[in-house]
């Protein structure tokens, strides 16, 4: 069974950083894409970023492209984004994804994705 365990976030003023982890529990973690989406009370879940198997190929909302970094770390079974120039906007609750098959449905979508995790709260104060 394939768990999601995000951690890492928090309040922080605008302009300052946080960085996301996600771990997951399983064993076969680069077979794996992995991407974080974000909810705001009131609003849809919004694709934030990708990233391939490897980590060679990332891909981002145009919202906070030039600001977040996702990554991953293959022998931790890890992916994380890194979120920088943070806004009020970007508040949220943030949930990373693991997609088991790779398909034509775009990847910004989120029945692509199998297994999330429980999400973690980013407040960004102006």
């Known amino acids: 069974q394939v768990q999601l365990v995000e951690s890492g976030g928090g309040l922080v003023q605008a302009g300052g950083s946080l960085r996301l982890s996600c771990v997951e529990s399983g064993r076969t973690f680069s077979s794996y894409r992995m991407a974080w989406f974000r909810q705001a009370p009131g609003k849809e879940r919004d694709f934030v970023a990708a990233?391939?198997?490897?980590?060679?190929?990332?891909y981002y909302a145009d919202s906070v492209k030039d600001r977040f970094t996702i990554s991953r770390e293959n022998a931790k079974n890890t992916v994380y984004l890194q979120m920088n120039s943070l806004k009020p906007e970007d508040t949220a609750l943030y949930y990373c994804?693991?997609?088991?098959?790779?398909?034509?449905?775009?990847?910004?979508?989120?029945?692509?994705?199998?297994?999330w995790g429980q999400g973690t709260q980013v407040t960004v104060s102006s």
């Open positions: 990233i391939s198997r490897s980590g060679a190929t990332s």
């Open positions: 994804a693991l997609a088991r098959l790779i398909t034509s449905t775009p990847i910004t979508t989120p029945t692509v994705y199998d297994y």
